[in-house]
């Protein structure tokens, strides 16, 4: 049975401790793609008083793995990079927006733009999922 794109992602979200840990919130979501928001924290950052780079990632990670995976096939990735061209503060609003710009029946290519509350670029990612025979099932 197929399920719509925001059941999916609903269900994935339920399930993801690190993504509710981090605090973030899916705002929207369809068949490969998704738009994930979340605030910087004073836990978040590194020596230097700016966002550490593992959260930068965790955050373009989410979006991914949600609009890759909101088709209902279960997508897992392979490869991911990141650059940051500006760094994030504690009080930030950062936005995620993953968008499929390639898919075949077994992989799917992703970028991801994180903007921050000033509509400024402050990490591009790029990432590529082995999409596998097997569907989602929300609800069991």
């Known amino acids: 049975m197929s399920h719509a794109p925001e059941v999916v992602v609903a269900h994935l979200m339920q ?3 690190f993504s509710q840990l981090m ?3 899916v705002l929207t979501s369809a068949v490969g793609q998704a738009v994930v928001r979340m605030q910087v924290r004073d836990d978040m950052v590194n020596g230097f ?3 550490h780079g593992g959260a930068l990632f965790s955050l373009a990670d989410s979006a991914f ?4 995976n909101a088709g209902g ?3 897992v990735a392979i490869d991911m990079t990141l650059s940051i061209p500006v760094a994030s503060r ?3 609003v950062l936005t995620a927006t993953a968008v499929e710009q ?6 799917a290519f992703v970028d991801v733009t994180i903007r921050n509350q000033d ?3 402050v990490g591009y990612f790029r990432g590529t999922v082995y999409r596998t025979t097997r569907t989602h099932e929300p609800g069991t």
């Open 90 to 92: 504690p009080g930030d």
């Open 119 to 121: 509509d400024v670029p």
């Open 73 to 75: 096939t279960l997508s």
């Open 65 to 68: 793995a949600f609009a890759t």
């Open 15 to 17: 399930r993801d401790a």
């Open 49 to 51: 008083g700016t966002l």
């Open 23 to 25: 605090g973030m919130e």
């Open 102 to 107: 390639s898919t075949t029946n077994r992989l």
